[in-house]
Nanobody, 115 residues
């Protein structure tokens, strides 16, 4: 089993930055794929950024050039650096990991961007 805990959410003005962190109960390098997803009110959950154990990354078109997903081996976390935030980035952000064919989720952290 994998436990995922997100942190770093908050409220910022448009153009500001936040850094989200996902702490895992197992080595992040033992998990083939990890990523950040978000769900805004009235919308379905969508993929934001994904990173593999081989450091391959995939970003949603809406965040390319603004968000960066990375792994921190010292803290055993997967982080999401969010720059140039826009009001449309407002959502609950969830950490996800696939391990032995099972899908694990964190409890989510709220990100609110005001104009």
């Amino acid at each position: 089993q994998v436990q995922l805990v997100e942190s770093g959410g908050g409220s910022v003005q448009a153009g500001g930055s936040l850094r989200l962190s996902c702490a895992a109960s197992r080595s992040i390098f033992s998990i083939p794929t990890m990523g950040w997803y978000r769900q805004a009110p009235g919308k379905q959950r969508e993929s934001v950024a994904v990173i593999t154990s081989g450091s391959r990354t995939v970003y949603a078109d809406s965040v390319k050039g603004r968000f960066t997903i990375s792994r921190d081996s010292a803290k055993n976390t997967v982080d999401l650096q969010m720059n140039s935030l826009k009001p449309e980035d407002t959502a609950v952000y969830y950490c996800n990991g696939m391990y032995f064919g099972k899908n694990y989720w964190g409890q989510g952290t709220q990100v609110t961007v005001s104009s």
